[in-house]
């Protein structure tokens, strides 16, 4: 196994040398995501793999709309300076991913800082052009995904819990379902700890990356990663800066779909099959509502 995974970066490394026009000194190799293998090159540029058709198809999707945020993204974002029809490669976004534990170490100063910049950053995300971003082949909630795998937790999974669990999971799920929202180009996955980057010498935020999957769907869908990382008093700083049309539901919404997550990810396991999961899910969803 080692070996074929050895071959298939040095074919990896080869393709990268035929576009980068440094010599390959150093790599490094971030692997561990379902969709992408990621390879550091010179601990300065970053190369993005797809793993899978969908994969290739979300990274096409990523550059068409990065080509066109860029310039309005108040944050740093993947420039994708080579581009082929198997990778990206960019300029490596600088600084520390935001984690929990960093975020409690910050000063009061420096959270208010990045609320602003997480704030503005949502803002203009979501105040991009929906008819602009279905013309670069953005489509509306993952053509759909997102709701059929709370279909199916409701009409696969939910039979298969105790009582307790059953009753809470169902009513949370059919009660986010009926919710109504204004439909916004949304980051998709907006995970602070994995996507966003702190820079210390600047108590601020450097950057964002990952847009593969950018969609047309309910701004909550971002604001609960908000939520998760500094509960409500730390969204209501960075709302203060989200310059878009009044939501009175969005912090509700927001509770709401970061609550229901274990119950979408495991309408996800039957939507493609990953069985090795499921057992795991099923006590996650057991320990949070029975």
Not at 195 to 211: A, K, N, P
Not at 243 to 259: F, G, H, P, W, Y
């Amino acid at each position: 196994m080692t070996n074929m995974i050895d071959e298939q970066i040095e074919k990896y490394l080869r393709l990268i040398a035929e576009f980068f026009p440094q010599e390959i000194e150093a790599h490094t190799l971030h692997g561990s995501g379902d969709d992408f293998v990621v390879i550091e090159v010179n601990q300065a540029w970053m190369f993005r793999f797809p793993r899978n058709e969908l994969s290739r198809k979300a990274m096409g999707n990523e550059t068409n709309f990065l080509t066109e945020f860029d310039s309005v993204s108040p944050l740093p974002v993947p420039a994708q300076t080579y581009i082929g029809e198997d990778f990206v490669g960019y300029q490596k976004i600088l600084g520390q991913q935001l984690s929990f534990e960093l975020f409690d170490e910050l000063s009061e100063s420096a959270r208010k800082r990045i609320a602003r910049q997480l704030g503005e950053f949502l803002s203009a995300i979501h105040s991009f052009p929906v008819e602009k971003a279905d013309s670069v082949g953005i489509t509306c909630a993952w053509n759909g995904m997102h709701h059929k795998t709370g279909l199916l937790f409701l009409e696969q999974v939910a039979s298969k819990l105790s009582p307790t669990a059953r009753k809470k999971s169902i009513l949370l799920m059919e009660s986010l379902l009926a919710e109504e929202f204004e439909e916004k180009v949304i980051h998709g996955d907006f995970y602070l700890p994995d996507h966003v980057f702190y820079d210390e010498s600047r108590q601020g935020l450097s950057g964002v990356i990952d847009f593969g999957d950018v969609t047309v769907y309910d701004p909550a869908h971002d604001w609960q990663c908000i939520l998760e990382v500094g509960g409500e008093e730390f969204f209501d700083e960075a709302i203060e800066y989200y310059q878009t049309e009044s939501d009175a539901n969005l912090l509700k919404r927001s509770n709401m779909r970061l609550d229901a997550r274990p119950l979408f990810v495991a309408g996800n396991i039957f939507l493609y099959g990953i069985e090795e999961q499921y057992t795991e899910r099923l006590a996650r969803i057991e320990a949070k509502f029975g």
